[in-house]
């Protein structure tokens, strides 16, 4: 990977990832490799890197070796994780050690498109999967841990894993997270709730969308809300829109919340 660096892509990456001193990705290195090259890595060296290897290049300093670090581990995964294989035992303990090794070295994906190009493949799907490390609650206080941590980016992962248990039709993982981030202070995660309440809408119900939004709406902020609704019509968007924040128009007041407890 050092050998196809290019200085004039570093520079770009440099500025778009906000590396600069006061932004969220101060001090990150970069190579200057697009993604369809790490990819390319990856194809060719997961097969033969062992799991055990994988650390080595999640502690890189350089961003897109830890991007082919977290490549490797979702592509390990996913081949554990097919439908033939889903309760397979020797499966189950190969998809867990994958997530237990994701989740020690959460830290180092410390940029949004390290987040979201890896934890909805290993993490979300490893929701809907049987796991020796315990059942439904257990998997609730993994995320609960995620949401609550002071690492912006493991709030992230909490939050966008959900795009693949939307993806397999459970919409209560994104409703139970896009209310807990609801007053998130960064830009980032307004971006990543709304994101995912869309594709939430867009791959379980447009109703169930709408019913989050009555309740929320007014106190959303208004680049969630903007993501959330990109999917609709213009003329529904518009109303959505017109929402005070500071209050609630009657016809989109909900007095019971249908998401408590999920």
């Not at 119900?205 to 903007?226: G, I, K």
Request: include cysteine; charged fraction near 30%; charge should be neutral.
């Amino acid at each position: 990977m050092e050998s196809l660096r290019n200085e004039e892509q570093r520079r770009v990456l440099m500025g778009f990832f906000k590396t600069g001193p006061g932004e969220y990705g101060y001090g990150d290195e970069f190579l200057g490799l697009k993604v369809p090259q790490t990819r390319e890595v990856v194809k060719s060296v997961a097969k033969d890197i062992v799991l055990e290897e994988v650390p080595e290049l999640l502690m890189s300093k350089w961003h897109e070796v830890r991007l082919c670090g977290l490549l490797i581990l979702v592509d390990k995964f996913e081949r554990l994780a097919t439908k033939r294989l889903a309760n397979d035992e020797k499966a189950i303990r190969g998809r867990d050690e994958i997530l237990t090794m994701y989740l020690k070295y959460a830290e180092r994906a410390n940029n949004w498109d390290l987040v979201d190009l890896s934890v909805h493949k290993i993490l979300g799907h490893w929701l809907l999967l049987p796991s020796n490390l315990g059942d439904r609650d257990i998997k609730l206080k993994v995320l609960d841990e995620l949401a609550a941590s002071p690492c912006l980016w493991k709030q992230r992962m909490s939050m966008v894993c959900t795009w693949k248990t939307s993806q397999m039709g459970d919409p209560s993982w994104c409703l139970r997270y896009a209310e807990i981030h609801l007053h998130h202070p960064h830009d980032l995660m307004h971006k990543a709730v709304g994101w995912m309440l869309r594709e939430m809408g867009k791959r379980v119900s447009m109703d169930l969308l709408r019913e989050f939004l009555r309740q929320h709406a007014h106190e959303m902020p208004r680049t969630m809300l903007r993501y959330a609704i990109e999917k609709m019509s213009e003329k529904e968007r518009k109303e959505w829109m017109s929402v005070p924040a500071d209050g609630v128009v009657s016809d989109y007041v909900v007095k019971t919340n249908p998401f408590a407890g999920i």
